[in-house]
T-cell receptor, first 112, second 112 residues
Framework: SQTIHQWPATLVQPVGSPLSLECTVEGTSNPNLYWYRQAAGRGLQLLFYSVGIGQISSEVPQNLSASRPQDRQFILSSKKLLLSDSGFYLC???????????FGPGTRLLVL | AQSVTQLGSHVSVSEGALVLLRCNYSSSVPPYLFWYVQYPNQGLQLLLKYTSAATLVKGINGFEAEFKKSETSFHLTKPSAHMSDAAEYFCAVSKYGNKLVFGAGTILRVKS
């Protein structure tokens, strides 16, 4: 069966520091991968999605970037965090030609 | 363009009462529709999905949803609420390119 992992689970970072969040998927090949942000009291905002290694599409301009160095690894990064980057970050995967997305446990990021 | 509207950001029911969470969609093509549940500080879990087969879809934990094309609705119901159903629920519609558009979410409170 497929599983999706995210780490760290919780992160507290100062403003201006770098960020790296990691997501990995097991039990499937060539998945579509997604990064979402969920800010307090707001819905889910799609940040990035990827259909293959090195292929990243950005949904909204922001202070973040994403990379996919391996088939089942998706990384969310920032060079300098802003207060507004605080939130709950969710990674998700779907099959190559499927609509259903499956979510990881999330990372809670607090920027102080 | 596809969009989703969830009526009621908060719904409160008594334990044992009917749960009804409303979702209306807008889609220019026959949609795939989803309901997800999110417990505090966790990722989203798929409850059920409609993929143009049966209009009444049964999901996990006793939930079901009915696709009504004439009303462009996909409301989520459960005959008898349980305390463990307290969570936030998201309706979503598929968008081109294997992306999903999520509603703003409905927080369900279950009173004892």
């Amino acid at each position: 069966s497929q599983t999706i992992h995210q780490w760290p689970a919780t992160l507290v970072q100062p403003v201006g520091s770098p960020l790296s969040l990691e997501c990995t998927v097991e039990g499937t090949s060539n998945p579509n991968l997604y990064w979402y942000r969920q800010a307090a009291g707001r819905g889910l905002q799609l940040l990035f999605y990827s259909v293959g290694i090195g292929q990243i599409s950005s949904e909204v301009p922001q202070n973040l970037s994403a990379s996919r160095p391996q088939d089942r690894q998706f990384i969310l990064s920032s060079k300098k965090l802003l207060l507004s980057d605080s939130g709950f970050y969710l990674c998700a995967w779907s099959g190559s030609y499927e609509e259903t997305q499956y979510f990881g446990p999330g990372t809670r990021l607090l920027v102080l | 363009a596809q969009s989703v509207t969830q009526l009621g950001s908060h719904v409160s029911v008594s334990e044992g009462a009917l749960v009804l969470l409303r979702c209306n969609y807008s889609s220019s093509v026959p949609p795939y529709l989803f309901w997800y549940v999110q417990y505090p500080n966790q990722g989203l879990q798929l409850l059920l999905k409609y993929t143009s087969a049966a209009t009444l879809v049964k999901g996990i934990n006793g939930f079901e949803a009915e696709f009504k094309k004439s009303e462009t609705s996909f409301h989520l119901t459960k005959p008898s609420a349980h305390m463990s159903d307290a969570a936030e629920y998201f309706c979503a519609v598929s968008k081109y390119g294997n992306k999903l558009v999520f509603g703003a979410g409905t927080i369900l409170r279950v009173k004892s």
